[in-house]
């Protein structure tokens, strides 16, 4: 059985590049296989952890819910993007290093994402806010207070804010 | 200088951070095959026959193997009675059948996941189905059918206590309480499915690499399935997604060296690798086992409890696992950290064709507390005693005789422990004793069909392995440098399943050499380059490899004196001994070491809904000595949630041996929207004499008391007693009609 691959021309983590993908091939996939970004995981398969969560154009996408050839012409951040350069952490990285906001760290990367469009959105939350903002990423191991305080902290440092450079 | 006592950021942490850390199901080797294995599906079934030959022709398809290819097909981490592949022309009797869903039957090397999925559905297995063992209550009669048809009946184990006369007990009594209790099974719910590579390394070792919780114990369980010398077999653990008891026995495994081997004799040597989707790893592992106790106790009418009698039934699922030994636990456990001079405990582990069960965080303890604390509870309110002053009354101290037959070592803090947490809550001690805040001080609900309560409840949790479990760990360290030391490596197999190991194992080495963190090397986890340092599970990884570090260290910096470059020292760190209970009486010493912890939750239940929401929790912990804060409140605040979710939320259904929560959409864990609004840690540091600077262990405390605190402050709220859960609010609703309609 031949399987017809879909041309797909994206950005991944600022770089263009062109595949052939399979129509079924979910995005969590082509990102862990085919572009070799192990950092965004699959804790469930559908939907419910989040651990997998990626930005769409910007937006908080679940990666094991979006087909690859959705991506078409679209621009994709995954957790390998966030820091400007290899050597040096975004602030929410280094906010959940300093809070004790991760422990195992196998949620760590999907929640990482679903913060960074949050703040930009509300740079100056409420507890609440926050809560809400997680309610949709599982994680295990910490009990979710850390969680709360390195989005806290985050925030007080200025993630989110409009970089006055711009 | 010292690195102890400070929350020292984690050392993994940039990593996980960045996406670079490797889970085992991130790391790719060139030229892999992949694997999938073909389950059961069926609870109790004989196999009569397995047809692989469309599988084995099918596309891509390296190889298919059965139990036939499998040398000594039982393995398990007390009793060898699990099949690695249940199936015709097994080395052992009776692994032609399969026990629970989850049971193995063959695996499929192919070219890619997909290929292997698709040939697993062209295997052919011929079953005979076996009438099902659900109940293990059932499963305990004596003409019940066999499930393991070698053994002469299904009680895996019987322990029994006899200290004093019970009978003697309840006549002193003036008010006696009988309860039976159910808790539930538990799923361990670790974020990362269970994941692995099998290859040959460069020096012809069968390597697998998997996230476990013990590494030497993986290796040994391979070299005995595959029948191979210890020193052929290799685990390595990269990063670990979580554990919690879940990863303690095997699951990808046998499997992966099992594959890697067989192509090897085919003469195809090519890495092999697997990952479990959430079904496989919720139907695949075992679960926290589910209890019965029928509970008796009695007391006088100034709150001394003088008798207890307690019947336990656990059910063990399909294997044993780790079973009799968490029922080691809650025999001991079961009539709580109190001194009453009459005890009678039969407590049964059961086979059924339920999922087995296994160790997960607590390991019998919060079972068992379930049932002790909600008897003094119990006790206390129908004395009309505060359940402080009741506890105050009856907790054991320093020379207190357990329910078998010894003292806890020295010293016993639980007393101190109660009390912190009761003070922080607002109970005051008088003239009279204890008294528990005024109800005012709970606040007031928005709305009138809102209620709140308080209560208390208390734990105690052996620091290590039990019962005459060998119990020991393994250090090197290497202090490098000319006049002065550069370098210090440490070798350490301790397994970092989130925790924070590491960090601690770097914290303790900079400390006992006498150096800054900062030059601390680290190698870890790998059965080749690190000796056995023993199992993350049972709070023990601080307080066995902190000895074991110190002493090592000691030695290698005596070296380091004379002149040694470089100066190495490999040293094992063994505990005072345990025994296990007398077969007759229950006597044992049972454990070297212990954690001692005390909470009180503030609820509040809809009574309309049913809904139980979680105000506060405080939880004050004897952890010995804080080597990292930071990661101890970590602990605490994760273990509070867990067990929140045990007590609240997680309904693992399983019907007819099937398993009808298969996915985390169906099996609800909490999020952060179901936490207590708030959780206070209140940090205890009363030394434990032989703990490294005093630590205890605690990463399993904070979990023990949470549900009967829960049940405690429930009935605070309303006036009613839940003796099952999870309290999720259906449950919840009908006992409140219930009640209210009677």
């Given at each position: 059985m031949k399987k017809t691959l879909h041309p797909i021309k994206i950005t991944v983590n600022g770089i263009e590049s062109t595949h052939a993908v399979e129509p079924r091939l979910l995005l969590s996939d082509f990102l862990r296989q085919d572009m070799e970004l192990t950092g965004t995981h699959v804790g469930c398969e559908h939907g419910v952890c989040g651990a997998c969560t990626v930005l769409l154009d910007g937006e908080a996408v679940r990666s094991c819910l979006t087909f690859a050839v959705q991506i078409d012409g679209h621009q994709i951040t995954t957790?390998?993007?966030?820091?400007?350069?290899?050597d040096e952490l975004h602030p929410l990285q280094q906010a959940f290093w300093d809070a004790h906001g991760l422990q195992c760290g196998f949620c760590t990367a999907g929640i990482l994402m679903t913060i960074i469009p949050f703040l930009e959105a509300n740079p100056h939350p409420s507890e609440e806010k926050i809560r809400e903002a997680l309610s949709g990423n599982l994680c295990r191991c910490t009990g979710y207070q850390n969680i709360v305080d390195a989005v806290k902290l985050a925030a007080e440092r200025g993630v989110g804010q409009p970089n006055p450079d711009d | 200088m010292t690195a102890i006592g400070k929350s020292v950021p984690r050392v993994d942490a940039h990593g996980k951070v960045t996406g670079e850390t490797l889970y085992p199901g991130d790391i790719n080797l060139p030229n892999q095959a992949y694997l999938k294995i073909l389950f059961a599906g069926r609870p109790h079934a004989i196999i009569k026959r397995i047809d692989t030959e469309n599988a084995a022709a099918s596309r891509g398809v390296l190889a298919v193997l059965t139990a036939k290819d499998v040398a000594i097909n039982g393995y398990g981490l007390i009793y060898p009675d699990q099949p690695v592949l249940c199936g015709p022309g097994s080395s052992r009797r009776f692994a032609d059948r399969v026990r629970f869903i989850g049971d193995q039957v063959a695996v499929v090397i192919a070219e890619s996941e997909e290929l292997a999925t698709r040939a697993t559905k062209l295997i052919k297995v011929d079953y005979e189905d076996l009438p099902l063992l659900t109940d293990p209550i059932e499963a305990m009669k004596n003409d019940s059918l066999l499930i393991?048809?070698?053994?002469?009946?299904?009680?895996?184990r019987h322990n029994k206590i006899r200290k004093g006369d019970v009978e003697a007990g309840f006549s002193q009594a003036d008010v006696i309480i009988e309860a039976e209790y159910k808790t539930p099974v538990q799923e361990h719910a670790y974020l990362q499915p269970e994941a692995g590579l099998g290859y040959i390394d460069e020096e012809g070792r069968i390597t697998v690499q998997v996230a476990g919780q013990w590494t030497h114990e993986d290796q040994e369980a391979i070299a005995l399935a595959l029948n191979l010398p210890i020193h052929r077999v290799r685990i390595i653990y990269p990063a670990i997604g979580g554990a919690f008891g879940g990863r303690e026995d095997m699951s990808v495994q046998i499997i992966l060296a099992l594959a890697a081997i067989k192509l090897h004799e085919r003469g195809i040597d090519r890495p092999v690798k697997i990952i479990w989707s959430r079904e496989e790893s919720i139907v695949g592992h075992h679960k926290r086992h589910a209890f019965i106790f029928r509970s008796k106790w009695g007391a006088t009418n100034d709150g001394k409890i003088t008798a207890a009698e307690v019947e336990v039934i656990q059910d063990g699922g399909a294997y044993a696992c780790t079973s009799t030994k968490v029922l080691g636990n809650a025999t001991l456990m079961c009539v709580g950290p109190y001194e009453i001079a009459n005890v009678s405990v039969d407590a049964y582990s059961v086979y059924t064709n339920n999922l087995p069960g296994g160790a997960f965080r607590g390991f019998g303890g919060p079972q068992a507390a379930f049932a002790a604390e909600c008897q003094i509870n119990k006790l206390a309110h129908a004395l009309g005693i505060d359940p402080v002053e009741m506890r105050m009354r009856n907790l054991l101290r320093d020379g207190s005789l357990t329910a078998v037959g010894t003292p806890l070592p020295e010293v016993v803090t639980i007393d101190r422990v109660v009390a912190a947490s009761a003070e922080m809550a607002g109970w005051e001690k008088g003239p009279e004793g204890w008294s528990s805040p005024p109800a005012e001080s709970l606040g007031s609900p928005a709305e009138k069909y809102l209620k709140r309560g308080i209560g208390i409840a208390c734990g105690f949790k052996n620091i290590g392995f039990s019962f005459g479990h060998p119990e020991k760990c393994t250090t090197s360290i290497e202090l490098l440098g000319g006049s002065e030391i550069e370098r210090v490596i440490v070798y350490q197999a301790g397994a970092d399943v989130g925790q924070g190991a590491h960090t601690v194992i770097a914290q303790m080495t900079a400390d006992a050499v006498g150096v800054?963190?900062?030059?601390v090397e680290m190698v870890l986890s790998d059965t080749a380059k690190t000796e056995d340092s023993g199992s993350a599970s049972a709070s023990r990884l601080t307080y066995m490899t902190g000895n074991s570090i110190r002493g090592a260290a000691a030695e290698a910096l005596m070296h380091w004196r004379a002149e040694d470059r470089p100066a190495k020292a490999t040293f094992t760190y063994t505990p005072s001994a345990t025994t296990d209970f007398d077969s007759s009486t229950g006597y044992s010493t049972p454990n070297f070491a212990y954690g001692y912890v005390s909470e009180v939750a503030t609820v509040e239940v809809d009574m309309e809904t049913g809904h139980v929401r979680l105000l506060k929790v405080i939880c004050a912990d004897d952890v010995g000595k804080a080597i990292n804060m930071q990661q101890i409140v970590g602990q605490i605040e994760g273990g509070i949630v867990q067990a929140a979710g045990y007590a609240l939320m997680e309904n693992f259904i399983q019907e007819n041996g099937q398993v009808a929560t298969q996915h985390l959409s169906t099996y609800l864990i909490p999020t952060v929207l179901d936490i207590p609004e708030e959780v206070e840690s209140v940090v205890l540091e009363f030394a434990e004499p032989n703990g490294p600077w005093g630590v205890r262990g605690m990463a399993e405390m904070p979990y023990i008391p949470l549900a009967p605190v829960v049940v405690a402050a429930l009935h605070d709220a309303t006036g009613i007693w839940f003796d099952e859960f999870p309290l999720i609010p259906e449950r919840v609703l009908l006992k409140l009609q219930e009640e209210k309609g009677t």
């Open positions: 957790v390998e993007g966030l820091g400007s350069n290899p | 393991h048809p070698d053994r002469e009946d299904n009680i895996l800054p963190l900062e030059m």
